[in-house]
């Protein structure tokens, strides 16, 4: 199973199933929902040239929504969900930042975790 199902499978159902790499497809107006994408990793490598049995990577959750009260609760649930996702071994990197976007007129929050799969 690839890292962005293990995402998928452990926020989905915080939002409908509204989780997606990167961004939202364009014409998805359904809030709140969850976006991520891949912003680096630990490279991991061995003198013997052989390949790792895990790798990491570190990934920037977004939140967005219509209110700062619903992002900054559902941000908390994010968290929480993906520190007890088994499968992810997740280590918190960073508070979460809040965010706005006046074009959308959409709140949101971002915060990285580092993912060993």
Same mark, same amino acid.
């Given at each position: 199973?690839?890292?962005?199902? @293990?995402? !998928?499978?452990?926020?989905?159902?915080?939002v409908s199933n509204r989780v997606y790499p990167d961004v939202a497809?364009?014409?998805?107006?359904? @809030?709140?929902?969850?976006?991520?994408?891949?912003? +680096?990793?630990?490279?991991? +490598? !061995?003198?013997?040239?052989?390949?790792?049995?895990?790798?990491? =990577?570190? !990934?920037?959750?977004?939140?967005?929504?219509?209110?700062?009260?619903?992002?900054?609760?559902?941000?908390?649930?994010?968290?929480?969900?993906?520190?007890?996702?088994?499968? @992810?071994?997740?280590?918190? @990197?960073? =508070?979460?930042?809040?965010?706005?976007?006046?074009?959308?007129?959409?709140?949101?929050?971002?915060?990285?975790?580092?993912f060993w799969f």
């Amino acid at each position: 199973m690839s890292v962005e199902s @293990l995402i !998928f499978d452990t926020l989905a159902s915080l939002v409908s199933n509204r989780v997606y790499p990167d961004v939202a497809p364009q014409g998805v107006t359904a @809030l709140p929902r969850i976006t991520y994408q891949q912003v +680096g990793g630990k490279p991991v +490598g !061995f003198l013997e040239a052989t390949p790792p049995s895990k790798k990491n =990577g570190r !990934f920037q959750v977004n939140v967005w929504g219509a209110t700062r009260l619903q992002v900054a609760a559902l941000s908390r649930q994010v968290e929480d969900a993906l520190v007890t996702a088994a499968a @992810l071994n997740t280590t918190v @990197l960073g =508070g979460v930042v809040a965010a706005y976007e006046p074009d959308t007129k959409l709140y949101g929050t971002r915060q990285d975790f580092s993912f060993w799969f």
